[in-house]
């Protein structure tokens, strides 16, 4: 956004005021030194021990451009002078453009990161995409609106920001409040034209305010503070009247994160652990908690309040309580530290902020600090929303479809989808998709693809709880060499007929046994009687030539078994290992048989000290019928 403040009937007021000063001086900005202006050694990255854990703080800047669009400075001058202003992160945001993944990589240090995103800019608000890997469209008209671009972008695992949402003029001026709200967050304190200008616009003072309205609503939007700087040269100058291409870092983001990573940025973003500051800084907890955690209490609550950190000047800390002060101390310049104690008896949300009324011609409203929210809960308890149900996974060539039930609840927001290379190995700290639909297709994932792929997807209501459902879809590759295989699957497939179910194995025969004797199928035959594939069941295939069976489905939470007296041939459909002897404890077991994968019988016995693995089929001969249940 280059130009937008100040307008040209402004720079025209200003000229004629200026002509009629006498004084030279008032040309001259009032400025700060460059470089940063925090107190030495507060940008630099430390850990910071309290009731959660620990955590780093990264200082960085979310809204930038380069000679990629319409900037003046590349990525690499960028990143040389965030670096050299102690920022930890910053995100390349042109506009329209996705610059290759590359570029960032060549500036990214142990203590640096460049993340790749987007200035989504349309005629009817601009949007931020943070870490993307794709070009996000920007056309609107029919059959696409606001909440298709923030799905794309939740779509690469993404954070949707609004930028400078709250503009004089449109086109930068979002124009969907009330309409398309399906963004993660919003600028509050835009790099030129707000708080820190001449004759500031009330675009950020209105930003805060629309932001507060959605807490207060019970949506859970996240605040964030960027620069919007066009030129890399410029100084980093608070209240610079002509600074009309931003400074990078001014103002900035500091972010508490677990790890200074793409997601464990924006883990720590989509969570709120951050304040937005122009210079102070700013610690704030209640009763040890910190930013966007949320306190839960079975009754009316005594909340001890912790605001420290440091002002510029001397000027007001005030906390906030659903939109209004219930506290406010003056502080001097330097050092500070408030303890206070508040009753918290319904629910509250409770942010902090710094704000220095300078009252010069010259400069606005500078060195301010918001946090983002702390919230509290009191009984009966926020819920969290009702999972989604019926989750698959299916092949679609070369990627996977994920498909599921909407949640039932009224308040869902949009739902996380986890993705794993194991069965046992979910981390839910950040979703590889945020989505408002109720499908997500996992482009390469598929056939040709021979890694193992496990889903989990979760409902999040507008206040952003989660629930805790783990319930698994999943894509699994497994090889087979030409010859004789005993297999089974631990999946429910959505379609489970013969040819869907091996679609990529090059077979001939496939036979499989029960109660009532041998069923087969044979491509040399024009009718057989096999015709569909059960995850209960196990089956001989004949393969061909060398393949991988891939198959997606449903991971089954349970699986019930009916053994009849005798000889059955079963799955084990389950990704957890059995052991025999287990088995043979709890089951009138007498004689277990598996695949040996050698001739003449391709089968040995198993003994005690086996254990029975998925993908593979077994012999279980039993002396009486019995029911067999297997945990997924």
């Not at 799905?151 to 920001?161: K, P, S, T």
């Not at 702390?374 to 698959?392: K, T, W």
């Not at 048989?593 to 029975?612: F, I």
Request: overall charge negative.
């Amino acid at each position: 956004m280059v130009g937008r403040f100040p307008s040209r009937r402004f720079v025209a007021a200003l000229f004629s005021l200026l002509l009629s000063v006498s004084l030279v001086m008032a040309l001259a900005p009032v400025s700060a030194p460059e470089g940063d202006v925090r107190p030495a050694g507060a940008g630099q990255s430390h850990r910071v021990l309290d009731s959660k854990g620990n955590y780093s703080i990264a200082v960085g800047d979310g809204h930038m451009h380069s000679t990629y669009s319409n900037g003046v400075t590349t990525i690499h001058q960028n990143s040389d002078v965030a670096k050299n202003r102690s920022l930890n992160w910053i995100v390349a945001t042109d506009h329209n453009v996705v610059p290759p993944q590359s570029v960032c990589d060549a500036e990214n240090t142990a203590d640096f990161l460049c993340l790749i995103g987007d200035e989504v800019t349309t005629a009817d608000g601009h949007i931020l995409g943070w870490g993307l890997s794709e070009l996000v469209p920007w056309n609107l008209g029919p059959g696409r609106n606001m909440d298709d671009i923030f799905e794309d972008i939740r779509n690469q695992g993404g954070l949707a920001i609004l930028a400078h949402p709250l503009a004089p003029d449109a086109p930068d001026r979002y124009q969907y409040f009330g309409t398309y709200e399906d963004f993660d967050g919003m600028e509050i304190y835009h790099g030129y034209g707000g708080f820190n200008a001449a004759f500031p616009t009330a675009m950020d003072s209105d930003a805060v305010s629309q932001w507060e309205n959605y807490l207060n609503a019970g949506v859970r939007k996240i605040a964030v503070g960027d620069s919007d700087c066009h030129n890399a040269s410029n100084q980093w100058n608070e209240g610079d009247l002509f600074n009309l291409q931003g400074s990078i870092g001014f103002p900035r983001n500091v972010v508490l994160v677990e790890e200074l990573s793409r997601e464990g940025l924006l883990e720590a973003v989509m969570k709120g652990r951050l304040y937005i500051t122009d210079g102070p800084v700013l610690n704030f907890t209640l009763d040890g908690h910190i930013l966007g955690d949320t306190i839960r209490s079975s009754a009316p609550a005594t909340l001890n309040v912790s605001i420290s950190g440091y002002a510029n000047e001397s000027s007001q800390v005030r906390l906030i309580r659903n939109g209004s002060v219930i506290g406010s101390w003056s502080v001097g310049a330097g050092w500070f530290s408030v303890t206070e104690s508040t009753l918290a008896d319904t629910d509250f949300w409770y942010r902090t902020e710094i704000r220095t009324f300078n009252g010069g011609i010259f400069r606005g409203e500078t060195y301010v600090a918001f946090t983002n929210p702390i919230f509290f809960d009191l009984e009966p308890f926020n819920s969290r929303p009702a999972s989604p149900a019926n989750l698959m996974a299916e092949l679609s060539g070369s990627d996977v479809f994920l498909s599921w039930d909407p949640s039932p609840s009224a308040d869902v927001d949009h739902y996380h989808v986890y993705v794993s290379d194991s069965y046992g190995n979910f981390s839910f700290l950040y979703p590889v998709v945020r989505t408002v639909g109720t499908n997500w297709t996992h482009e390469g994932g598929g056939i040709g693809n021979d890694e193992d792929f496990f889903y989990v997807v979760r409902a999040v209501d507008k206040m952003g709880y989660e629930d805790n459902n783990t319930r698994k879809a999943a894509k699994t590759s497994r090889f087979l060499a030409g010859g004789k295989h005993l297999i089974s699957y631990p999946l429910v497939p959505a379609n489970d007929s013969l040819g869907s179910v091996l679609q990529t194995v090059g077979f001939d025969r496939v036979w499989t046994y029960d109660s009532g004797g041998w069923t087969t199928f044979s491509s040399f035959k024009v009718y057989s009687a096999l015709r569909s594939m059960t995850h209960t069941s196990g089956y001989w295939v004949n393969v061909m030539q060398d393949s991988h069976f891939v198959l997606a489905g449903a991971v089954p939470m349970q699986t019930t078994i009916q053994l009849h007296e005798g000889w059955n041939l079963v799955s084990y459909p389950s990704f957890i290992g059995a052991d025999v002897a287990d088995l043979m404890a709890g089951m009138p077991l007498e004689r277990i048989e598996g695949p040996a994968g050698a001739p003449p019988h391709y089968l040995r016995r198993y003994t005690a000290l086996d254990t029975l693995q998925s993908f593979q089929g077994y012999w279980f001969g039993v002396s009486a019928n019995a029911t067999w249940v297997v945990q997924g």
